[in-house]
């Protein structure tokens, strides 16, 4: 975004502004920032560059953080199949509530599931564990994976996959695989749509407009 362009006043129409999606009261309108055609390239690119940095893919396992990591985790799994003939298929879920360090400022987190595949027999010993996550921002939620994984096993290798990064790390904790690189500020909201969670269309939209100070940042 240029320093000097205005974002739409919030009660803009998606007429008013290109590529805005309704139905985001409070903000300004939310931009389309990736479509469906977007998401399902930089999904085939990084299981392409999961193949090539592992030299094949007999040993991995793709597990998702709730919530729509799970569902990228299994898109990415489908792809894996398809040009890798010795992947097992072999993806599943981590919950990492329990492990998160806000549990005191938010103690009314729901808790949920860890599922593994069952050819692993519950653990992940050996393995090529690739974390699967919608949005890579602070890094304090890939860090409660990591200390999720260590009651699980003690895997070969841990990368980490985000279909968004961005930025505004406050932890030293960077993705492998990147979908799409998306400066923002931190008063703006990156949102993740997945047909299969939200209902739609797939998309990734940013809403809300950086304040005068950020404008001057970026």
């Known amino acids: 975004m240029n320093p000097g362009t205005r974002m739409p006043e919030s009660g803009s129409t998606p007429s008013d502004t290109p590529g805005a999606v309704p139905g985001t009261p409070g903000t300004d309108a939310a931009r389309t920032v990736l479509g ?61 509530t329990m492990y998160r360090d806000d549990l005191r400022r938010q103690p009314t987190r729901a808790v949920g599931q860890t599922v593994l595949p069952g ?40 990368q980490l996959a ?23 500020s931190r008063s703006e909201r990156v949102k993740v749509r997945l047909a299969d969670v939200d209902g739609g269309v797939d998309a990734v939209v940013i809403s809300g407009a950086p304040t005068n100070d950020e404008k001057g940042d970026r």
């Open 119 to 158: 050819s692993l027999d519950g653990t992940i010993d050996d393995k090529v564990v690739v974390l699967v996550d919608d949005v890579l921002f602070s890094g304090r939620t890939i860090r409660a994976a990591l200390d999720a994984l260590n009651d699980l096993g003690r895997p070969r290798v841990v």
């Open 162 to 184: 985000a279909l968004v990064d961005r930025g505004h790390r406050e932890l030293p904790i960077r993705a492998d695989y990147v979908g799409k690189n998306l400066p923002t």
């Open 36 to 96: 469906e055609a977007d998401i399902a390239r930089a999904l085939t690119r990084i299981a392409h560059e999961i193949v090539e940095r592992n030299k094949g893919a007999a040993d991995l396992l793709l597990l998702g953080i709730p919530t729509r990591g799970v569902q990228l985790a299994r898109r990415l799994a489908e792809r894996l199949a398809q040009i890798e003939p010795a992947f097992s298929g072999d993806h599943g879920t981590l919950d990492v």
